[in-house]
């Protein structure tokens, strides 16, 4: 059984083009995430949805936009790709609190030709 | 804000060998700190975490981390490296804005010598 699924695992696309990533979870959480890996590794938290509701946006552009049709569904829609938005976006759900484990999903690698 | 750094990019150590990987923190409330770890193409899995309950805290697979106010550090430590322990090491602390925010270190690779 499958946690945190994301699709699609891989993502290759021109400049310009408007790609949509889709996270499903199956844990009964509250909260889902999601996070920006770059090539050098580092992580940095996108966005946060507690119970459908959009909690934290940290100055991404607007571009993207997620999209939680319900408590098990985060998605993830970006408009006009462009080169540097090419990573690796991770998917993630966690109970609510502080101390709370976060689960994450296996990644999908977007890759912006 | 919070923040955190991991000293050492990538780690080399042999089999068997103990393993140290550094984190430092820095907090304006207590702080509750993350070890994630990630495999080859793979997500982010917890190693373990400190929530204000014993300071040494025990892991998966054998790893452990000690709380260290004074010194504002939460090191993993295994005894002996198995060649299965080749990952990449975060450590992270969380804020809370509304909901948890995990703010990750650079990140350690940790590259296991046979």
């Known amino acids: 059984d499958t946690a945190v699924s994301q699709t699609p695992k891989y993502l290759v696309t021109q400049m310009g083009n408007d790609k949509s990533i889709k996270c499903e979870q199956n844990?009964?959480?509250?909260?889902m995430y999601w996070y920006k890996q770059d090539s050098k590794k580092f992580l940095k938290i996108m966005f946060s949805?507690?119970?459908?509701?959009?909690?934290i946006n940290e100055t991404v552009p607007n571009r993207f936009s997620p999209k939680s049709p319900d408590k098990a569904h985060l998605n993830l829609h970006i408009n006009s790709l462009e080169l540097g938005d090419s990573a690796v976006y991770f998917c993630?759900?966690?109970?609510?609190?502080?101390?709370?484990?976060?689960?994450f999903g296996p990644g999908t690698r977007l890759l912006v030709l | 804000a919070q923040s955190v750094t991991q000293l050492g990019s990538h780690v080399s150590v042999s089999e068997g060998a103990l393993v140290l990987l550094r984190c430092n923190y820095s907090?304006?409330?207590?702080?509750?700190l993350f070890w994630y770890v990630q495999y080859p193409n793979q997500g982010l899995q917890l190693l373990l975490k400190?929530?204000?309950?014993?300071?040494l805290v025990k892991g998966i697979n054998d790893f452990e981390a000690e709380f260290k106010k004074s010194e504002t550090s939460f090191h993993l430590t295994k005894p002996s490296a198995h060649m299965s322990d080749a990952a990449e090491y975060f450590c992270?602390?969380?804020?809370?804005?509304?909901?948890?925010?995990?703010?990750f270190g650079q990140g350690t690779r940790l590259t296991i010598n046979p």
């Open positions: 993630a759900s966690s109970q609510e609190g502080r101390a709370e484990t976060q689960y």
């Open positions: 844990l009964g959480h509250d909260t």
């Open positions: 949805y507690n119970n459908k509701e959009l909690i």
């Open positions: 907090s304006s409330v207590p702080p509750y």
């Open positions: 400190y929530t204000s309950a014993a300071t």
């Open positions: 992270a602390v969380s804020d809370f804005q509304g909901a948890q925010k995990l703010v």
